[in-house]
Structures are given as structure tokens and as C-alpha cells.
């Protein structure tokens, strides 16, 4: 796997979390719930990769 890859994605997850907690008094009620899902999805995964790429750290 690329690491800059994973590294983008994982900054760009938590920053999507981070604007969807400082914004949501200004998104609208159905649209803040699917992206609220869609965040956690996504903010899981990278925790997953974060951890996947800390085993696998040696072996490259």
C-alpha cells in the first residue's frame, strides 16, 4: 500500500469530522445525518488503516 495515499486519506477523514462538528448548526437536518453516517464510516476506516499500517510496519 502507499503510505502518502493512506496518510491523505486518514488527514482528510478527521478534517470531515472535525468541519461536520463546527458546522452543524448550519447544515440542514436530513443532510447532517447522512453525512454524520457517512463520517463515521469513514473516520473507522481510517482508525483501521492506523492500525493495519502499524503492524505492518516492519515488513516493507
Do not use: C, E
Amino acid at each position: 500500500m502507499d503510505s502518502t495515499s493512506i496518510l491523505i486519506f486518514i488527514i482528510l477523514a478527521f478534517s470531515m469530522g472535525a468541519i461536520l462538528i463546527m458546522k452543524k448548526d448550519s447544515i440542514p437536518a436530513p443532510l447532517r445525518r447522512v453525512m454524520a453516517i457517512i463520517t463515521i464510516l469513514l473516520v473507522a476506516f481510517a482508525f483501521f488503516l492506523i492500525v493495519y499500517s502499524s503492524f505492518h510496519l516492519g515488513s516493507a
